[in-house]
């Protein structure tokens, strides 16, 4: 049986750097197969496509490094999309977007306060506010999908369509919360007090770490990144169906997987959550230009996230694969 516990051992070295070796095999693979892969414009495309769902990956990766899950970032999404895309020739986009934003937040710590403080499980919270969220949403909208009256003379377009220095907005937006969530999660006593709970809630709380707080926050964070995905997408489109998240919060847990956050807790970095979020949209985006068909991606996803969880297990218990649990 392969053993992972020897330092500097094959099954260490995948464990830690396994993500970046499959986003080079993969760059490299879909480059021979399409030389259009590698083109400049495409990469930029498939980068300004993903960032909607890497924002959103960036706050669920703190809260699976607290040891939780977040099953409501899709719902919450299409709620964030649709009011503002609705405020916004009710009161104009310049309350809209903070209206926006506070009224998602409030979605966050809602169920922030049931998991951190009342300690319900993360999972049957955020199912359940995953359809609490969505009937909210056809609540507000009236069951009807929502579109900007005036769409060529708004500024509100400039954070999906908009660019600067060449770069879209998405992408600038998506850079720049990933580099002031990673250094939030690395470099601070926050940071360190999340990898705390998720390593062991018990041992943190006895050190005098406020858990339910953390964890609160963390839920804070996580609707923070699902408003700023909302206000990009419904920027992007000036319109939207009120189901557009839906779906999204398995894709988007699927990218935190793949950047080796652990289900379990404690573990994984916003630099690889980011690098997990790009390869999911350049397999879908290779699989495409290659000539096979979109619903291929699904099974393709399905075989890498069961490797990521395989080798994040295996790390755990120093075997590769065992007769024996």
């Known amino acids: ?49 993903s960032a909607i769902m890497g924002v959103m990956a960036l706050g669920v990766t703190f809260v699976v490094i607290s040891g939780n899950l977040d099953l409501s970032v899709g719902s919450m999404m299409s709620f964030s999309t649709i009011v503002v895309l609705d405020l916004h020739d009710k009161i104009g986009p310049a309350l809209a977007i903070p209206a926006m ?27 359940g506010m995953l359809s609490a969220i969505h009937g909210l949403t056809l609540t507000w909208s009236g069951g009807k999908n929502m579109d900007i009256a005036d769409k060529e003379g708004t500024w509100f377009k400039v954070f999906g369509q908009g660019d600067a220095l060449g770069i879209p907005v998405p992408i600038l937006l998506f850079a720049l919360l990933a580099a002031v969530l990673g250094i939030m999660l690395a470099k601070t006593p926050f940071g360190r007090k999340v990898y705390a709970v998720g390593g062991n809630a018990t041992a943190a709380t006895f050190s005098g770490i406020r858990r339910a707080r953390v964890v609160f926050t ?40 793949l950047g080796g956050a652990s289900l379990m807790g404690g573990s994984g970095t916003i ?15 290779g699989l495409l230009l290659v000539g096979l068909q979109f619903y291929v991606q699904f099974v393709v996803t399905w075989v890498i996230i069961i490797l990521a969880v395989w080798l994040d297990i295996a790390a755990k218990r120093g075997k590769l694969w065992s007769l024996i649990a």
Not at 103 to 126: E, P, R
């Open 1 to 49: 049986m392969a053993d992972l516990t020897k330092q500097g051992g094959i099954g260490d070295f995948l464990a830690r750097q396994g993500i970046l070796i499959a986003f080079v095999v993969f760059m490299v693979g879909f480059s021979v197969a399409n030389a259009r892969f590698i083109d400049p414009d495409n990469i930029m495309g498939v980068v300004r496509s």
């Open 101 to 127: 934003f506070a009224l998602t937040l409030c979605l966050g710590a809602f169920i922030g306060f049931l998991v951190g403080y009342l300690k319900l499980n993360s999972l049957i919270v955020t199912l």
């Open 218 to 257: 963390c839920y804070l964070l996580s609707a923070f990144c699902v408003a700023t995905a909302g206000l990009i997408q419904a920027s992007r489109s000036l319109g939207s169906q009120n189901t557009v998240g839906q779906g999204l919060e398995l894709e988007v847990l699927a990218a935190v997987i």
């Open 271 to 285: 630099f690889k959550t980011v690098i997990g979020v790009l390869i999911l949209g350049f397999i879908q985006n």
